[in-house]
């Protein structure tokens, strides 16, 4: 049995904050918390080296040989530590524990993220390198995506998340390569770019593609027009200025995506009139996660942690939620925790409820087959109720996985009692 274990189901406050520490004897600086491990690979596609950071769950394990959905965040350097905060409040109950891996665009952000080439903005001439999203998507397709799968413990259960040009980027993804990723966060996305030309094309693919099992999530800054103050949510649609033209954008695009919600995508579309483009994204990432994933949220906990719950209702419920986690990710994912089935068989025992702490063991022992400790606590079960040759068979077989000497120990002791 685990000991000590809580399980908490609540929703709390998210806290961030960064403190740098000085180290008077050295003169270096330490950090509370560091985030996202450096990697790197060389692209043939972009003739490059490109940096990545990669950040593994809290419960990873080499030993359990256990996969992860991920989530790729673009703008890695500045949103990989915000996008890890986020899970560490919120993974287990909110969005799913997921390996996070920050691509690095520090250098020729414009060039990758922008999808189509201009030399003139708002009547300006523009000569940075721009609109090659086509390259950088096949960077992320054909040399990204399978060196992480190869090198980390992930599945092909993907998250984009984007900012900005990183937000352009992100709907380009959704419209043009769809079957890349399953989940969308475009924060404030510039699709103001070259006269609104992704915008335009959205509106033929929207209404002629089929987006099951896919998730957008968008958000719009209260940033609406810096020159006038008079313009607000309300009334920013009937202005013609190349001021509102990046909101206005955003807006048309979400109304866009509603009027063809026949497609099948699931759409949550958010303003903040609080908070400006370079604020933006700490919300919008919170907000993001937890909307893309409500089909992940435990349902029915009231029921789970009463007492008074029949046996057949609550294995209902149970065997519910692994058929919908299944629908979502395309894969057998167990519906809960380990330690959760764990403790709820332990918690029926003492209640004198036998059959549903049986039923609770039993379900332990499907959906991790190869933990010693699932079997060990069907053994104690047995052995509660006497049942002491059930007993020996199952902390044999603990024994067998582990090899650890306690559960041989246990074995003799049951011997002696059978």
Known sequence: MTKGLKIVLTIGLIIFFQQFVKAQANQKQHFLQKVGVLDSLH?????????????????YNPDNKKEYPVVYVLDGEVFLPTVCDVQS????????????????????????????????????????????????????????IPYVE???????????????????????????????????????????????????????????????????????????DMQNSQITIDNVMQD???????????????RLVKQNAKDGLTFDWKFYPKDIH????????????????????????????????????LLSIIKHRAKKLKEHFGYFVPPYPEELLNMLGYMNMDRQHPKKAKMYFELEIGYYPQSANAYDSMAEYYEKQGDFANAIINETKAFEISGDKSYKEKIERLKEKK
């Open 89 to 144: 409040y919120y993974s287990g109950g909110f969005t799913p524990e997921m390996v996070i891996v920050g691509i690095s665009n520090h250098k020729n952000r414009t060039r990758d993220l922008t999808t189509s080439k201009i030399t003139t903005k708002y009547g300006m001439p523009f000569k940075e390198k721009n609109g090659e999203a086509t390259h950088f998507y096949k960077f992320i397709e054909n040399e990204l």
């Open 240 to 254: 013609t200025t190349d001021f509102t033209l990046f909101a206005r954008s955003n807006i048309a695009f979400s």
């Open 278 to 313: 370079g604020t933006i994204p700490y919300p919008s990432i919170k907000d993001g996660l937890v909307s893309l994933f409500k089909w992940y949220q435990m349902e029915h906990t009231d029921k789970i942690n009463s007492f008074d719950t029949p046996k057949e209702e």
């Open 43 to 59: 692209s043939n596609i972009l003739n490059e080296t490109r940096r990545i950071y990669v950040q593994l769950p809290a419960d």
């Open 150 to 224: 190869n090198k980390y413990p992930v599945t092909h259960y993907r998250t984009l998340i984007g900012h900005s040009y990183g937000g352009l980027f992100t709907i380009y993804m959704l419209l043009k390569h769809p079957d890349v990723f399953s989940n969308y966060i475009a924060i404030d996305p510039s699709l103001d770019w070259d006269n609104q030309k992704l915008l335009k094309e959205a509106r033929g693919i929207l209404a002629t593609h089929h987006y099951k099992n896919k998730a957008l999530f968008m958000s719009l800054s209260g940033q609406l």
